[in-house]
Nanobody, 127 residues
Framework: QVRLVESGGGSVQAGGSLKLSCAAPGYIFSSCGMGWYRRAAGKEREPVSI???????EYTDSVKGRFTISLDSDKMTLFLQMNSLKTEDTGVYYCAVAAPDYSEDDGCSWDPAQADWGQGTQVTVSS
């Protein structure tokens, strides 16, 4: 089990920026990778950005061009730089580490029952 500790959330006006951090001490980066998810009030949890081995990065369409995921592998800390924030970016942001699951198409699962998740950090964007 990987212990993940997020920080950096807060309140900001639309158009502003925040940088989230996720410390994962002792974690050895795997092919399934790490990522950021978010859950807005009353909505399902959704992936925001994922970084996999060999630097493969994915973003959900709504954040492309505004958010940047990065990994400091020496400190094993995952970051999410969020610029040009919009009110619809409001939610609880979670850091997660995928688990191997060969029943999945890509061999990885983000299901909380299998993967490791942090406690979440609140991001609130006001108009």
């Amino acid at each position: 089990q990987v212990r993940l500790v997020e920080s950096g959330g807060g309140s900001v006006q639309a158009g502003g920026s925040l940088k989230l951090s996720c410390a994962a001490p002792g974690y050895i980066f795997s092919s399934c990778g790490m990522g950021w998810y978010r859950r807005a009030a009353g909505k399902e949890r959704e992936p925001v950005s994922i970084i996999k081995e060999r630097g493969v990065i994915e973003y959900t369409d709504s954040v492309k061009g505004r958010f940047t995921i990065s990994l400091d592998s020496d400190k094993m800390t995952l970051f999410l730089q969020m610029n040009s924030l919009k009110t619809e970016d409001t939610g609880v942001y979670y850091c997660a580490v995928a688990a191997p699951d060969y029943s999945e198409d890509d061999g990885c699962s983000w299901d909380p029952a299998q993967a490791d998740w942090g406690q979440g950090t609140q991001v609130t964007v006001s108009s």
